[in-house]
């Protein structure tokens, strides 16, 4: 994913998704040079969860699943060139 904000602009890649007491953390992957460590608390995930039910994001859920499939392929050729 791509993090914009008016101090930076990142690529993002989810590591590891756990649960501490009342908090889910999501941690970078360990191949990113910049670390990052998010803490999402139930009102984060009822909003996620919320405006996830939109029909556009619905439809782009339904999608992903192709989508992963070319994006890999394409990595993938991109490295092999």
Same mark, same amino acid.
């Given at each position: 994913? *791509?993090?914009? #904000? &008016?101090? @930076? /602009?990142?690529?993002?890649?989810? +590591?590891?998704?756990? *649960? !501490?007491?009342?908090?889910?953390?999501?941690?970078?992957? !360990?191949? /990113?040079?910049?670390?990052?460590? =998010?803490?999402?608390? @139930?009102?984060?995930?009822? *909003?996620?969860? &919320?405006?996830?039910?939109?029909? +556009?994001v619905i439809g782009f859920l339904f999608g992903v699943p192709g989508r992963a499939r070319k =994006?890999?392929? #394409? /990595?993938?050729?991109?490295? !092999?060139?």
């Amino acid at each position: 994913m *791509r993090v914009v #904000t &008016k101090l @930076a /602009q990142m690529e993002f890649r989810v +590591g590891d998704i756990r *649960r !501490e007491g009342d908090f889910l953390i999501m941690e970078s992957d !360990e191949s /990113q040079s910049m670390k990052v460590k =998010a803490y999402i608390d @139930a009102v984060d995930v009822a *909003r996620m969860f &919320k405006s996830g039910m939109k029909p +556009g994001v619905i439809g782009f859920l339904f999608g992903v699943p192709g989508r992963a499939r070319k =994006a890999k392929r #394409t /990595q993938k050729e991109l490295r !092999e060139k």
